[in-house]
């Protein structure tokens, strides 16, 4: 760090769980914080942040805000929290000569379609896939299959269809959740479903955690509820995992920063089939980090903080203890009048947090139309089993109240 200190800017979407834990861990290495978003919330200037609008939507328009930004003072990093501002800070970030993703690449992950036929070209294991033009005439990729909209994350608008009338029900309804951009197909991939979170530093990745989901993700629709770390699969598995991921980054063209890759794995007795869902071109989402920390137990974030700077990180160890977290899910599309029971819950052994992400009276929109989840419950345990079951009991302590 030099005698001026560093400057971060953190790319915000207009909405964020993430923006907190991120401004932590760039005040925690002494960086002086400049939050850009679309929409500059005055709760910012509050908080004695600064704070610039960027048109998310025009990249290279919000590069060349962020390049005058640098010529009035020099910045040494610029991140996004989110996948919708991944783009901008890789443009960015390139055109100010900082640690960057290839912003061609990042480009890939914000486009199903593109990082798709990316695999493809690189023979990475995945579903059978094909764009939608008309849903009438949907490519034959067999059955059952899934529906998505081509740029949208965290399961919005991603739809199981077991039959060629609800194959093209479900292509209508996906497009109207994108709004009318393009929406893909592919076949329906069985088996569990795994999370694996690295961080990638001059081409090699390292592999920071495996989360198992351990409620199975069959449809119709995909709402992730709970992420456990270690992983229970055996030593081979994980090291598939970690090798299928690196491939997979390769062939995007990813080579810096964090990377979140979500794999199915289909029982088969030749041996398991490890197929890439998605890649994502940052670190887990929501809340979800929380349950990881490192070393001498820094954050997530803050290892990524520590990397986009080129300041030292430390031990890429996480800790030896089992952790987890449960994304509460969102039982119906309302308004929210009480989440009741959240003291029960807390009180739950190896619970160490529990965080509703949603003010009471606001709406609340189950998927596949939501993209976002009630709030978030914490738990650490001795093993992944026990850190499961707490996060079992304090989600049956919760009674969600919806009009």
Same mark, same amino acid.
Not at 251 to 266: C, K, M, N, S
């Given at each position: 760090?030099?005698?001026?200190?560093?400057?971060?800017?953190?790319?915000?979407?207009?909405?964020?769980?993430?923006?907190?834990?991120?401004?932590?861990?760039?005040?925690?290495?002494?960086?002086?914080?400049?939050?850009?978003?679309?929409?500059?919330?005055?709760?910012?200037?509050?908080?004695?942040?600064?704070?610039?609008?960027?048109?998310?939507?025009?990249?290279?328009?919000?590069?060349?805000?962020?390049?005058?930004?640098?010529?009035?003072?020099?910045?040494?990093?610029?991140?996004?929290?989110?996948?919708?501002?991944?783009?901008?800070?890789?443009?960015?970030?390139? +055109?100010?000569?900082?640690?960057?993703?290839?912003?061609?690449?990042?480009?890939?992950?914000?486009?199903?379609?593109?990082?798709?036929?990316?695999?493809?070209?690189?023979?990475?294991?995945? =579903?059978?896939?094909?764009?939608?033009?008309?849903?009438?005439?949907?490519?034959?990729?067999?059955?059952?299959?899934?529906?998505? =909209?081509?740029?949208?994350?965290?399961?919005?608008?991603?739809?199981?269809?077991?039959?060629?009338?609800?194959?093209?029900?479900?292509?209508?309804?996906?497009?109207?959740?994108?709004?009318?951009? =393009?929406?893909?197909?592919?076949?329906?991939?069985?088996?569990?479903?795994?999370?694996?979170?690295?961080? !990638?530093?001059?081409?090699?990745?390292?592999?920071?955690?495996?989360?198992?989901?351990?409620?199975? !993700?069959?449809?119709?629709?995909?709402?992730?509820?709970?992420?456990?770390?270690?992983?229970?699969?055996?030593?081979?598995?994980?090291?598939?995992?970690?090798?299928?991921?690196?491939?997979? +980054?390769?062939?995007?063209?990813?080579?810096?920063?964090?990377?979140?890759?979500?794999?199915?794995?289909?029982?088969?007795?030749?041996?398991?089939?490890?197929?890439?869902?998605?890649?994502?071109?940052?670190?887990?989402?929501?809340?979800?980090?929380?349950?990881?920390?490192?070393?001498?137990?820094?954050?997530?974030?803050?290892?990524?903080?520590?990397?986009? !700077?080129?300041?030292?990180?430390?031990?890429?160890?996480?800790?030896?203890?089992?952790?987890?977290?449960?994304?509460?899910?969102? =039982?119906?599309?309302?308004?929210?009048?009480?989440?009741?029971?959240?003291?029960? +819950?807390?009180?739950?052994?190896?619970?160490?947090?529990?965080?509703?992400?949603?003010?009471?009276?606001?709406?609340?929109?189950?998927?596949?139309?939501?993209?976002?989840?009630?709030?978030?419950?914490?738990?650490?345990?001795?093993?992944?089993?026990?850190?499961?079951?707490?996060?079992?009991?304090?989600?049956?302590?919760?009674?969600?109240?919806?009009?």
């Amino acid at each position: 760090m030099n005698d001026r200190g560093v400057r971060v800017v953190l790319l915000l979407p207009t909405t964020s769980y993430r923006a907190t834990d991120f401004v932590a861990a760039a005040r925690a290495v002494g960086a002086e914080i400049v939050l850009a978003a679309p929409q500059v919330s005055p709760a910012v200037a509050r908080d004695g942040l600064r704070a610039v609008e960027l048109p998310f939507d025009d990249p290279d328009c919000a590069a060349a805000i962020l390049a005058d930004l640098d010529d009035r003072g020099p910045v040494d990093a610029v991140l996004a929290v989110d996948d919708q501002g991944v783009v901008v800070a890789a443009r960015a970030a390139a +055109a100010l000569g900082l640690r960057h993703c290839d912003p061609e690449a990042a480009a890939r992950t914000r486009d199903k379609r593109a990082l798709r036929t990316a695999l493809d070209a690189a023979e990475v294991p995945q =579903p059978r896939w094909a764009p939608v033009d008309d849903p009438d005439a949907l490519p034959d990729v067999g059955f059952p299959c899934v529906l998505k =909209p081509v740029g949208l994350s965290g399961s919005q608008g991603v739809i199981r269809a077991d039959d060629p009338a609800s194959a093209e029900a479900a292509a209508r309804r996906a497009g109207a959740i994108a709004c009318g951009d =393009p929406v893909m197909i592919e076949e329906f991939v069985p088996g569990a479903e795994v999370a694996v979170e690295g961080l !990638l530093v001059d081409g090699v990745l390292t592999v920071l955690a495996v989360f198992d989901k351990p409620d199975p !993700l069959d449809g119709p629709y995909f709402e992730e509820t709970i992420y456990v770390t270690p992983s229970r699969r055996p030593e081979a598995t994980q090291a598939a995992l970690a090798r299928v991921t690196r491939d997979a +980054a390769a062939a995007i063209g990813l080579t810096e920063g964090p990377v979140h890759a979500e794999l199915r794995i289909t029982p088969d007795p030749a041996g398991d089939r490890i197929r890439v869902i998605d890649v994502a071109a940052r670190s887990i989402g929501g809340l979800c980090a929380r349950a990881l920390r490192f070393g001498a137990g820094i954050s997530l974030e803050e290892v990524i903080v520590r990397h986009a !700077l080129g300041l030292p990180v430390g031990s890429l160890h996480r800790e030896t203890t089992a952790s987890g977290v449960m994304m509460l899910p969102i =039982p119906a599309t309302g308004t929210l009048r009480a989440v009741h029971g959240q003291d029960t +819950a807390r009180a739950v052994p190896g619970v160490v947090g529990l965080e509703v992400t949603i003010a009471r009276g606001r709406p609340v929109v189950a998927l596949p139309e939501g993209d976002r989840y009630l709030g978030f419950c914490f738990a650490r345990g001795a093993t992944p089993e026990a850190v499961e079951e707490s996060l079992r009991r304090a989600h049956a302590c919760l009674r969600v109240e919806i009009d």
